[in-house]
């Protein structure tokens, strides 16, 4: 951990141009999401005017491609600025300053190689997506037509056991995801030091973390921790007015004009603060990575 903040202090402008350069692509990647999501709705009401007898059959898929790709963008930018401070803190252990621009031009040469790895994640992402969707249509739909004397009891034993059936699969989600989190926590320093693929950087991350899977997980616990506070923190003063607000509202003809000049600032703060958190949040595990995969190979 000393040797992560001594690199993070040492280089800390270049950390937080590239992370801002990152933090600004993945800004611009949700507003066009949000766009095209208020389009898409919009584009629902209008074909519901219009008695479009597929709508059902037409909801899940869309969502699901909008969703794959709008998290195809982003883990595209996670992993590329990813790399570009693998990149920085390399350069810092061979006595040489990699600057900005430099780290970038060296994240996209290997990003191509995880292109592949970032569409399948995507297309997973998708199917997930279109399954749930089409689960809660279904569950919607035999709900309506459902009263409550014929199907109450069947209807709330599908519930519990679909309930029953995705809390268990987040746990086991949660699991293989911490596992494989810690085994190719290397990946990025292996791609950026030996120039290899990320299929090879896998396999080789796997291989060197053996021995050092214990504080690996330390490392992203207190990092996970550590940001979560920092998360919270930033929304607390919005959630102190929005108390604030609730135990005393304005009355009378401009009460929504003083709600809205009171809690879209502290929105807007507490936004603000929350991507600065991420922006200088953002480095601290490329770091970590790269300084646990030189002492891997000392």
């Known amino acids: 951990m000393k040797a992560t903040f001594r690199v993070y202090k040492a280089r800390f402008g270049a950390l937080m141009g590239l992370g801002s350069t990152a933090g600004g692509v993945m800004i611009a990647v949700v507003i066009a999401y949000t766009f095209a999501m208020v389009w898409w709705i919009a584009s629902i009401v ?17 969502a699901a491609l909008a969703g794959a790709v709008f998290f ?49 994640l995507a297309v997973a992402y998708g199917a997930v997506t279109y399954g749930l969707i089409v689960w809660m249509i279904h569950i ?4 309506m037509q459902c009263t409550y004397y014929d199907c109450a009891d069947e209807m709330m034993m599908k519930l519990v056991t679909v309930l029953v059936a995705v809390c268990v699969g987040l746990l086991v989600f ?3 995801a911490c596992i494989l989190n810690v085994k190719w926590f290397l990946a990025f320093p292996v791609m950026t030091s030996e120039n290899l693929t990320v299929w090879q950087a896998l396999s ?17 616990l207190l990092y996970e921790i550590a ?9 607390l003063p919005f959630s102190l007015s929005e108390m604030s607000w609730a135990q005393n509202p304005p009355y009378g003809p401009d009460s929504i004009w003083q709600a809205w000049t009171q809690m879209v600032p ?5 936004s603000a603060l929350s991507l600065l958190v991420t922006i200088a949040s953002m480095p601290i595990l490329p770091i ?11």
């Open 72 to 120: 195809f963008a982003l883990i595209l930018v996670g992993w590329w600025a990813s790399l570009g401070f693998c990149a920085i803190t390399e350069g810092e252990y061979q006595g040489r300053r990699v600057l900005v621009g430099d780290a970038m031009k060296m994240g996209f040469t290997r990003l191509s190689s995880l292109l592949p790895a970032a569409l399948g």
């Open 204 to 220: 080789r991350s796997w291989i060197i973390t053996k021995g050092s899977a214990g504080i690996i997980f330390v490392i992203i």
């Open 227 to 235: 940001v979560g506070i920092a998360n919270q923190m930033t929304v």
């Open 46 to 62: 209008q074909r519901v005017n219009l008695g479009v007898s597929n709508l059902l059959t037409a909801i899940p898929a869309e």
């Open 288 to 298: 970590a990575s790269q300084v646990v995969y030189r002492d891997r190979m000392r």
């Open 174 to 176: 949660a699991v293989v």
């Open 266 to 270: 502290m929105a807007l703060g507490s």
């Open 140 to 143: 919607v739909t035999d709900a």
